[in-house]
């Protein structure tokens, strides 16, 4: 050993003389480093696809064969290996969803007995039911949803936060890969343990990863829209619902039911109305034939708050003198509009638009609005469609969209504006890449609003329909999730928004707490004064096409 040491020292000299040697040396060093980095990326993309992360988390692992666990998971199968067809919902995941059977029994009776099978273990941890769903436990073929609670056993853990979104992400994928027309209810992890414990603070974090991580996974694999996240589904910690910061008492779970309910009688009608044909996208662009939008050259001077990158306002061709007036508005308050023609039935190739079944498509008996549809009502849904669909087609993050007989409450609308984005902003609430505010009404009645001072003092959440969008901010995103199910009409636009922000809870639809819009109901409105049934325009055009 020392012979050759000595030797290396005599020939170190020549080894090393020379600048062009010391530069190939570096050159060479810095194209090894650049090929390890390039092999360990391909290798985390190849892991990424492949849903093999290193996370104990997120890798398929069975419980003891002589524990309750494989017991409970042994007759599952046996359930499932009798009736593949049994259950169009199925609830599975952990303790939560096995103790619906027994704490939660008559919830259970209530709400879901009918209709529902619940394949939850209590323990499962998101390694546990990952090796339960790819061996036997989700065999079905006829299920329309899945309610998915997976995660409190990992917390309670050594697991990670990091790890536990690992191993959920793996779970929903896997799910959609076996399920693909499957909709997946997931119920996001509860904040478990005593407030300000660090059970309490682990389960925060594992959200808030879960969120973000959720966004891309679901934008760029899943699909938008095709899974459900439902948040505070669960009471606060209190005596009477979940007194011990980790499970629910029978209050606990009658409350849990009703929430969930109310979010799975709607997922159901979804699945429902997709199996039914209705037009493709392309399909409706060249029906309701839409126009480029117009930016007047005069105006191309005026700006926007960022990050907000277009505004539009919805106008009828033959409505120039509205046009002309709220175009002087938003000259006043210096911001740039573009005008969009507005859609109105008689610029819809009918032909184009109807299909089988088209009758219990566009024909309601609705208890909000006698005259919907009519004429006008449809012809504002399907403007804003139009302009969500514009949205998407040119890859805009966001924009403002006005109806034409909108004004502002305030002189100072746009540095107004300006401020409450600069704040969203620094409050990490809008921004392009995980938004948490997906649509901003600026103004209108807005029904079931909670107050969420947690969030941002001058916003409120919708949780179901409400009244006035005509100024709002909308996202790529929220674009992308809104032309999922524009089909039926059911109701007019702001309510269907509305609706959806109720079933997609991840769709964070808010209003602002102090109007900044209001429209003018001393304007003449065409789609007030058109009310004329939609079916009387109709029924000659649906008897050439049966």
């Known amino acids: 050993m020392m012979r050759v040491k000595r030797k290396l020292l005599q020939i170190?000299?020549?080894?090393?003389?020379?600048?062009?040697?010391?530069?190939?040396?570096?050159?060479?060093?810095?194209?090894?480093?650049?090929?390890?980095f390039t092999i360990y990326d391909k290798g985390k993309v190849a892991l990424i696809?492949?849903?093999?992360?290193?996370?104990?988390?997120?890798?398929?692992?069975?419980q003891a064969t002589s524990s309750p666990w494989m017991n409970r998971y042994l007759?599952?199968?046996?359930?499932?290996?009798?009736?593949?067809?049994?259950?169009?919902v199925i609830f599975l995941g952990d303790n939560l969803i096995e103790h619906w059977l027994d704490v939660g029994k008559t919830s259970w009776q209530k709400h879901f007995e009918s209709k529902a099978v619940n394949f939850g273990i209590a323990g499962d941890k998101t390694q546990n039911l990952l090796w339960r769903i790819t061996n036997g436990n989700l065999n079905t073929c006829c299920t329309k949803v899945i309610v998915l609670s997976i995660g409190h056993n990992n917390m309670i853990g050594s697991d990670?936060?990091?790890?536990?979104?690992?191993?959920?992400?793996?779970?929903?994928?896997?799910?959609?890969?076996?399920l693909p027309k499957t909709r997946i209810m997931l119920l996001a992890p509860f904040p478990i343990g005593k407030v300000a414990s660090p059970l309490r603070v682990k389960s925060r974090e594992v959200n808030s990863i879960l969120k973000k991580r959720l966004f891309d996974v679901e934008y760029n694999e899943l699909g938008v829209g095709k899974i459900t996240v439902v948040n505070d589904t669960i009471p606060p910690v209190h005596v009477k619902t979940y007194p011990d910061g980790v499970s629910l008492t029978p209050e606990g779970y009658r409350i849990l039911s009703e929430n969930v309910a109310d979010v799975l009688d709607r997922l159901l009608k979804?699945?429902?109305?997709?199996?039914?044909?209705?037009p493709s996208l392309v399909e409706v662009k060249s029906a309701i034939q839409m126009k480029e939008p117009y930016l007047d050259p005069a105006d191309k001077h005026l700006s926007l708050p960022y990050p907000l990158e277009k505004a539009f306002v919805i106008n009828l061709d033959s409505r120039v003198d509205r046009w002309n007036m709220v175009r002087e508005r938003f000259q006043e308050a210096g911001l740039r509009v573009e005008r969009f023609s507005a859609i109105t039935v008689?610029?819809?190739?009918?032909?184009?638009l109807l299909w089988s079944e088209r009758a219990k498509l566009w024909m309601f008996d609705r208890q909000t609005h006698e005259d919907f549809p009519s004429l006008g009502a449809v012809g504002c849904y399907m403007s804003h469609v139009a302009v969500w669909q514009h949205i998407v087609d040119n890859n805009i993050s966001?924009?403002?969209?006005?109806?034409?007989?909108?004004?502002?409450?305030?002189?100072?609308?746009?540095?107004?504006?300006?401020?409450?984005?600069?704040e969203l902003m620094e409050d990490k609430l809008f921004n392009s890449k995980c938004p948490v505010v997906d649509v901003l009404t600026l103004g209108g009645?807005?029904?079931?609003?909670?107050?969420?001072?947690?969030?941002?003092?001058?916003?409120?959440?919708?949780?179901?329909?409400?009244?006035?969008?005509?100024?709002?901010?909308?996202t790529n995103y929220a674009a992308k999730i809104l032309l999922q199910n524009i089909f039926p009409i059911e109701v007019q636009v702001d309510a269907y928004v509305g609706m959806e922000a109720k079933l997609i809870q991840q769709l964070g639809v808010y209003g602002v707490t102090k109007a900044m819009v209001e429209v003018n109901m001393e304007l003449s409105s065409n789609v007030q004064t058109d009310k004329k049934p939609i079916i009387e325009q109709c029924y000659s055009e649906w008897d050439n096409f049966d």
Do not use: C
């Open 12 to 36: 170190r000299p020549y080894l090393f003389r020379g600048t062009t040697f010391r530069l190939a040396v570096l050159t060479f060093l810095l194209l090894m480093v650049v090929v390890a």
């Open 160 to 178: 990670s936060p990091s790890d536990i979104v690992d191993g959920i992400l793996v779970i929903l994928r896997t799910i959609r890969s076996s």
């Open 398 to 422: 966001s924009a403002l969209i006005f109806e034409d007989d909108v004004f502002f409450t305030t002189d100072s609308f746009f540095r107004d504006l300006q401020n409450l984005f600069k």
């Open 445 to 474: 009645y807005l029904r079931k609003m909670d107050v969420e001072t947690s969030l941002h003092p001058k916003l409120r959440r919708a949780d179901g329909p409400f009244f006035g969008l005509y100024g709002y901010v909308v």
């Open 270 to 278: 979804t699945v429902e109305r997709e199996s039914t044909p209705r």
């Open 49 to 62: 696809l492949t849903n093999k992360f290193t996370s104990t988390s997120a890798t398929p692992r069975a």
């Open 75 to 88: 007759n599952i199968s046996k359930t499932v290996e009798a009736d593949r067809e049994s259950g169009e």
């Open 346 to 352: 008689d610029t819809i190739i009918w032909d184009k």
